[in-house]
């Protein structure tokens, strides 16, 4: 395997410094093992005019749902769920959610993303796409309990749990899992507090939705007396390892209780905006001291899954939600996007050192979007987008090379998926 040498790029360090640099990785470790100048390797990959920045972290997906990108747009969420989405759900084959999940990966490779969080069904079939195409993910089986007997709820979440303990550690590593049950509100608490010990015990994170919007938020007020993670954390919820999708609507002290157990935030702008869900309160979660990370939701919500586009939106909208310039800075928005997200998935990734997973992407700087370059930083922000990507590299592992995928076949992934979603359409018909 030997070592690679990204060559001739600039490099976006840890503390958002950019100095002209060659990064060397090896590839039996998946490790950068140096950066500085003039490094020799076994082979080479050109970062000349270039920027090399880590690669990027989509901490919240359901990647399968780039099947339904564009059927179901402009409805409130509860709508959009219970009328369009779950009823095409209910229609999905282990191979459509091979296909659309390939789909998936290949646009992430193509937009620079390297590790993912994804919640969603026929997982197995999940796995075997990730260990494909090269990526890092944490992966979990989104139980549901919510309209099923007593019987089918608890094999429900048995399911999830099996799941996360047979792939655990799984594609030489790069596959992570977690217990993930659905929400608060589409997940009994009798399960929650039955099989969230389990999942504790076997070492797992749990990953859930939470206070994504206000009618999500009231039925819980109502029913246990108090605010959804008070809740959450009486159900032994929220540990430090866990991470929570949206995060919407947050009392005061719902923020200091995430910020004391350490407990993960996926920030997930677009999705939240689309769904008219509401501004998360990112700059106050910042400043009280919780992990941050960006997520893009299901294609269906959003409608991709290019992380840049995540950047941006996270900047411009909270500084909507805190009636303020200066919050969510692109510095702010880099970190949520690289070492935020990387530390809320678990992963050693997320920053271009020494020691750290080679995981990372090398944009081209020569558009005239790019153009002129005073602060690099604010770029990758406000100004770049997926498809300025030309290397995305994972594990050591070149995932594309000049804008050609190497892992997967993208031309056959298309017209797989295609088939796929028609074919899925044409049997929720
Ligand atoms: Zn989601």
Redo the contacts with the bound molecule.
């Keep these: 395997m030997g070592t690679l040498v990204v060559k001739d790029g600039r490099v976006l360090r840890p503390d958002g410094s950019i100095d002209r640099a060659d990064v060397r990785i090896d590839r039996t470790a998946g490790r950068i093992d140096a950066i500085g100048a003039d490094l020799f390797g076994d082979d080479h990959l050109d970062a000349s005019g270039g920027l090399v920045v880590p690669g990027l972290v989509n901490a919240?997906?359901?990647v399968a749902m780039t099947l339904l990108r564009g059927v179901a747009d402009d409805k409130p969420l509860q709508a959009w769920l219970e009328e369009d989405i779950w009823p095409l759900e209910a229609h999905l084959t282990p191979s459509a959610v091979r296909a659309g999940t390939e789909l998936g990966l290949v646009e992430m490779i193509r937009s620079g993303t390297t590790a993912f969080a994804d919640?969603y069904f026929h997982m197995p079939e999940v796995v075997a796409a990730v260990e494909k195409s090269g990526l890092r993910a944490r992966l979990g089986y989104g139980s549901i309990t919510v309209g099923k007997d007593a019987d089918a709820a608890r094999q429900e979440c048995r399911d999830g749990l099996a799941f996360a303990r047979e792939y655990d550690g799984a594609a030489d590593g790069r596959i992570r899992t977690a217990f993930m049950p659905h929400s608060l509100t589409t997940v009994g608490e009798q399960f929650l507090r039955e099989f969230v010990p389990e999942a504790r015990a076997a070492d797992l994170p749990v990953h859930l939705?939470a206070n994504e919007n206000r009618e999500e938020v009231a039925p819980i007020v109502e029913e246990h007396g108090q605010r959804p993670l008070a809740y959450a954390a009486d159900c032994g919820l929220l540990d430090a390892d866990d991470f929570l999708?949206?995060a919407v609507h947050l009392a005061d002290g719902e923020i200091d209780l995430l910020a004391e157990r350490g407990t993960g935030v996926v920030h997930?702008p677009a999705?939240n905006m689309k769904l008219a869900s509401g501004m998360a309160p990112v700059q106050r979660l910042l400043d009280a001291g919780v992990p941050v990370a960006l997520?893009t939701?299901?294609a269906a919500?959003n409608n991709d899954l290019d992380v840049f586009g995540e950047m941006r939106d996270a900047a411009l909208v909270g500084k909507l939600a805190a009636d303020d310039a200066s919050a969510v800075d692109a510095q702010s928005a880099v970190e949520m996007a690289t070492a935020g997200g990387a530390d809320v998935l678990g992963f050693e990734s997320g920053r271009i050192e020494a020691g750290a997973n080679a995981d990372l992407a090398v944009l081209d700087l020569d558009a005239p979007h790019l153009t002129p370059q005073h602060d690099l930083v604010s770029h990758l922000v406000y100004a770049a987008r997926g498809s300025d990507v030309r290397h995305t590299v994972c594990d050591g592992q070149v995932l594309m090379a000049d804008r050609e995928v190497q892992t997967l076949d993208a031309d056959a992934v298309r017209e797989r998926a295609i088939s796929e979603a028609t074919a899925l359409l044409d049997r929720a018909a």
């Design positions: 919240h997906t359901h919640m939705h999708a949206h997930c999705s997520g939701d299901g919500s």
